[in-house]
Antibody
Framework: QVQLIQSGAEMKKPGSSVRVSCKAS????????FSWVRQAPGQGLEWMGG????????NYAQKVQGRVTITADEATRTAYMELSSLRTEDTAVYYC???????????????????WGQGTTVTVSS | DIVLTQSPGTLSLSPGERATLSCRAS???????LAWYQQKPGQAPRLLIF???SRATDIPDRFSGSGSGTDFFLTISRLEPEDFAVYYC????????FGQGTKVEIK
């Protein structure tokens, strides 16, 4: 049974960057998509972006496009999410999520997010 | 982008009662791409239903999903104490989106 183990909590200043890691324990990255979903305190879920490691393709939500970079290292079975130019409103719990994917000529679809990491709290404060 | 609106915001019910949660999309959603998640306080969400009506692994059969087009539903036939939580619908795709959630609380 695969588990996604995320890195620990982070405290950051506005304007800085944060990098969160997500290691697949008991499984590989191949054949799956990996998304990052965040949840601000007391709020709902927001998809930030995802990666298909086998193709190396990434997709990002418009809201964070240009500030977020998602990568994956199949050799270490680890996915990463880096968010730059941090703002106080980026304070949230960040989840790494495994799911399925479907690739066509026009788009990449992410679905069936069935395995979630434990979450990483990122606090942005001056 | 598709916007998902869940109703009601909060559902107050007693154990043993039936819960029906609604998720309305701003435009038609493929049935293959509608999922439901459960989240308890301090925990990560858990996939309950995918493809509108298929239960995920180890999900009890008191949970069922239905719907098509723009209107989708999650039904919990008889609420157990562990079912009191927040439920999110999600539209999959190139830019997945979640509804704002429905909290099912003990009456």
């Amino acid at each position: 049974q695969v588990q996604l183990i995320q890195s620990g909590a982070e405290m950051k200043k506005p304007g800085s960057s944060v990098r969160v890691s997500c290691k697949a324990s008991g499984g590989t990255l191949s054949s799956y998509s990996f998304s990052w979903v965040r949840q601000a305190p007391g709020q709902g879920l927001e998809w930030m972006g995802g990666i298909i490691p086998i193709f190396g393709t990434t997709n990002y939500a418009q809201k964070v496009q240009g500030r977020v970079t998602i990568t994956a290292d199949e050799a270490t079975r680890t996915a990463y999410m880096e968010l730059s130019s941090l703002r106080t409103e980026d304070t949230a719990v960040y989840y790494c999520v495994r799911g399925g994917f479907r690739v066509t000529a026009r788009r990449t679809d992410y679905f069936n997010m069935d395995v979630w990491g434990q979450g990483t709290t990122v606090t942005v404060s001056s | 982008d598709i916007v998902l609106t869940q109703s009601p915001g909060t559902l107050s019910l007693s154990p043993g009662e039936r819960a029906t949660l609604s998720c309305r999309a701003s435009q038609s959603v493929s049935s293959s791409y509608l999922a439901w998640y459960q989240q308890k306080p301090g925990q990560a969400p858990r996939l309950l239903i995918f493809g509108t009506s298929s239960r995920a692994t180890d999900i009890p059969d008191r949970f069922s999903g239905s719907g098509s087009g723009t209107d989708f539903f999650l039904t919990i036939s008889r609420l157990e104490p562990e079912d009191f939580a927040v439920y999110y619908c999600q539209q999959s795709g190139s830019s997945p989106a979640f509804g704002q959630g429905t909290k099912v609380e003990i009456k």
